[in-house]
């Protein structure tokens, strides 16, 4: 089975710190993705890569930015955290689209900022 | 996928009944389609998937249905349990891109 694994379940961090989360997948998938979950939102995409060192926008990328240096890991980071960046934040990984595979996701970081 | 709104749908079934969750997406090109289920605190769950090329495909107790017709996709439950309880998502894709719908939740009566 595939695993994707979130490094924090639960993380609280102040108004302008730097926050890391951190994502791993253990089945040499190509494609990686953040995903913030907010109630009556949905999940909405923040940033992809389908290999090491790219990177896409998602349909909300602003205050976010990753790094891909390793095709298992994908972080998500956030430059300076706002209270509005308080949210559930779920990584997927994927096989290349082609192969028409589902994302498989992490169980998440649930974050507040203060 | 569904209208997001604040207020998930939510379906309530007996236990041993037979749940049907229902879908409209939204880009008649899309040409793959997925359920998830999300229990709470855990990150969404693969259940299954099915290409625009069929129309009906079947799992361990689960089956999907679609109409590309009306745009609709269903998931079906069999002899719903207790463990069934969750949020249900639909996603489509078409290229890239994976649009997930708002979700049901649905709950189920001992």
């Known amino acids: 089975d595939v695993k994707v694994t979130q490094s924090s379940r639960y993380l609280v961090k102040r108004t302008g710190e730097k926050v890391f989360l951190e994502c791993v997948q253990d089945m040499d998938h190509e494609n990686m993705f953040w995903y913030r979950q907010d109630p009556g939102l949905g999940l909405r995409l923040i940033y992809f890569?389908?290999?090491?060192?790219?990177?896409e926008k998602g349909d909300i990328p602003e205050g976010y930015s990753v790094s891909r240096e390793k095709k298992e890991r994908f972080s998500l980071i956030l430059e300076s955290a706002s209270t509005n960046q308080t949210s559930m934040y779920l990584c997927a990984s994927s096989s290349p689209t082609g192969n028409n595979s589902p994302l498989h996701f992490g169980n998440g970081t649930r974050l507040t900022v203060t | 996928g569904e209208s997001v709104g604040l207020h998930l749908p939510t379906l309530s079934v007996q236990e041993g009944d037979n749940s049907i969750i229902n879908c409209a997406y939204s880009n008649s090109a899309s040409d793959y389609f997925i359920w998830y289920k999300q229990e709470s605190g855990k990150g969404p769950q693969f259940i299954i998937d099915i290409r625009s090329n069929m129309d009906k495909r079947q799992g361990q107790r689960v089956t999907v249905l679609l109409n590309k017709t009306v745009k609709h996709l269903s998931l079906q439950i069999a002899a719903t349990q207790p463990g069934d309880s969750a949020v249900y998502f639909c996603?489509?894709?078409?290229?890239?891109?994976?649009?997930f719908g708002a979700g049901t939740r649905l709950f189920v009566k001992a």
């Open positions: 890569s389908y290999d090491v060192k790219m990177k």
């Open positions: 996603a489509e894709r078409g290229g890239f891109k994976t649009i």
